[in-house]
């Protein structure tokens, strides 16, 4: 099995170099392999001179990278599944880490177990946690266990980070819209909801915990990307045939409560 992932930044100098070594560390199974995609947006802080030191350096992982202005994180995304070979796609942004040196080799492991159990799978979804920044404590869980597509029409979706895509899905029905239409912090919402609920596609949730994720991302990192954020997966729903309105997102504020409880109790189920 061969594993895409991909990683989109601009000037993201002060992070994407742990990001990049969490992937090259990564360990796989006999037959598995690891495919890592770069799509930098021209940056002008040094990122070009971390990524060509790493593909320098990355025998283990196949390392591709394109540094060039593009139209915002979204396009870059869908340059990034378009150079994709890899069986799977996953997403890891360039300010987060793998949790631990065996994320991918669990993958692959619960992809075939899948598979094994019912047939085609399009798609494997897990956890993330939230850290002040690496090594320390964690604040948050966004655990997915309970999660199901209909969810998504009350705001609530399994962690984007955490979900592992069939390649082929993107080919049959479409990729994220780009920065310049409609959804600026949201596509990935939309591409969710059309893959999840639209086209159904078949989906199972692994015990994993994929991802170490820092906290102050571009949709919560203030009031106002909240607001966008919103009005954005409003607009997401109705434009998929599903009705959404502002107080319908009210409820999944309690379950954010919950995922800042869960890691100061036992701990069961945060890591893998």
Not at 137 to 151: D, E, G, K, Q, S
Not at 226 to 239: P, Q, S, T
Request: proline letters at 4%.
């Amino acid at each position: 099995m061969r594993i895409s992932v991909i990683t989109v930044c601009l000037n993201a100098a002060k992070t994407l170099g742990d990001a990049v070594e969490s992937v090259l560390r990564q360990k796989t199974g006999g037959g598995d392999e690891i495919e890592y995609i770069v799509v930098d947006g021209g940056s002008s802080d040094g990122t070009a001179g971390i990524l060509a030191s790493a593909a320098a350096r990355s025998a283990a992982v196949s390392f591709r990278w394109v540094s060039e202005a593009d139209g915002g994180m979204y396009e870059a995304l869908d340059k990034g599944v378009g150079m994709a070979t890899g069986d799977i796609v996953g997403v890891l942004n360039a300010d987060d880490v793998f949790d631990g040196d065996g994320v991918l080799a669990r993958v692959a492991e619960e992809w075939r177990g899948a598979e094994a159990a019912v047939g085609r799978l399009d798609c494997l979804y897990g956890n993330v946690r939230f850290v002040g920044k690496l090594g320390g404590p964690t604040v948050r869980v966004c655990f997915a266990r309970l999660w199901r597509p209909w969810m998504l029409q009350w705001g609530y979706m399994p962690p984007h980070p955490a979900v592992f895509i069939r390649r082929g899905c993107f080919a049959e029905w479409g990729g994220y819209v780009p920065d310049a239409g409609e959804y600026r912090i949201a596509a990935d919402y939309e591409l969710l909801i059309r893959f999840f609920r639209v086209k159904r596609m078949k989906a199972r949730y692994m015990p994993v915990c994929t991802t170490v994720m820092r906290t102050g991302g571009a949709s919560t990192r203030d009031a106002a990307a909240r607001r966008r954020l919103n009005a954005e997966i409003v607009k997401a729903n109705r434009a998929n045939g599903y009705f959404c309105c502002m107080p319908m997102l009210l409820p999944k504020y309690a379950v954010k409560v919950w995922e800042f409880i869960l890691p100061r109790m036992s701990g069961r189920g945060v890591r893998t």
